[in-house]
Nanobody, 115 residues
Framework: QVQFVESGGGLVQPGGSLRLSCAVS????????MDWYRQAPGKERELVAG????????NYADSVKGRFTISRDNNKNTLYLQMNSLKPEDTAVYYC????????WGQGTQVTVSS
């Protein structure tokens, strides 16, 4: 049974930082690309960042490039997203996933950026 358990969200002021975690189980984590998505109220879910199986290749949406860093620890089956210089438009529920299991989603973690 594949599981994605996101954590680390919360309320922060503009310009602040958060570090999100995604604990993965149910498949061979180290063999697959992993992605972070987010979904804001009334909007479609969008791809935020992706990382190759070994962590050597990363990609980012233009809206977060230079502010967010995706990483992974294959020994811990955990995916991370370091978010710096947060903006109100980053407010969303953040999810992790792999293209290998496109129909399986966790509960996500809420990130709210507000004064």
């Amino acid at each position: 049974q594949v599981q994605f358990v996101e954590s680390g969200g919360g309320l922060v002021q503009p310009g602040g930082s958060l570090r999100l975690s995604c604990a993965v189980s149910g498949f061979t984590f180290s063999s697959y690309v992993m992605d972070w998505y987010r979904q804001a109220p009334g909007k479609e879910r969008e791809l935020v960042a992706g990382i190759g199986s070994t962590g050597g290749a990363t990609n980012y949406a233009d809206s977060v490039k230079g502010r967010f860093t995706i990483s992974r620890d294959n020994n811990k089956n955990t995916l991370y997203l370091q978010m710096n210089s947060l903006k109100p438009e980053d407010t969303a529920v953040y999810y992790c996933n792999t293209p290998a299991r496109p129909t399986d989603w966790g509960q996500g973690t809420q990130v709210t950026v507000s004064s």
